[in-house]
């Protein structure tokens, strides 16, 4: 799905009014100075489960840039507090887990889980709940047709186009190349060995 100028500066245009639906949607004593509320940040990661050793990764990498973040002075000026919650490796669980984020601990922010099926079923409720919605990991867009959702992703607006393996091939082609993992193939991978995970060709590719 190719990603016109115009959705661009479409998208551009309403994460600016997501960012002011945070920033005054909230009760005046809720927002800047010393005795402000925090801003509620909600999602959730596997922590359990088949995926747990990634969402663990997820997790302290999340509570890292909270941290952080809180040092400098918060977002908005105020500080920022993370809730996570466990959703044991199933869509299921998060969509569930999603609506309670929602309805019950009334967090300001949703932030996306890890996985595609756990996505997409968090999605549908931040998409029933019209809320802003900030995702990491979907690798094709196509699967997003939520307007208010906006990927964090490093590879640009059409992650399946990225070409990614073009780092693998650098490492490859160097004197010493990282040694694998024992669970890794006996030699470094090229991008002729690894997994394209649905990218699209480009013209001249096999």
Known sequence: MSITRFQQQRRTLLAAAGTLMLAYGLPVHAQGGGGAEPIRVGGTLPLTGPLAPVGGIHKVAAEVFVDALNKRGGLLGRKVELMLLDDQSQPGNARTLYERLIT???????????????????MG??????????????????????????????LGPEPRLADTEVLLDAYASTTTPPRPSP????????????????????????
Not at 104 to 122: C, N
Not at 135 to 140: E, N, P
Not at 191 to 205: D, K
């Open 125 to 154: 409720v931040a998409q029933r709940f019209n809320k802003l919605f900030i995702q990491s990991s979907l690798g094709d867009p196509s699967l997003a047709p939520y307007e208010m959702q906006f990927p964090a992703l490093p």
């Open 183 to 206: 669970s890794s193939p006996a030699s470094f991978p090229r991008r002729s060995t690894w997994p394209r995970a649905g990218r699209r060709s480009r013209p001249g590719e096999a």
């Open 104 to 122: 019950r601990e009334k967090v300001d922010l949703l932030m996306g889980p890890y996985g595609t099926s756990s996505i997409i079923a968090a």
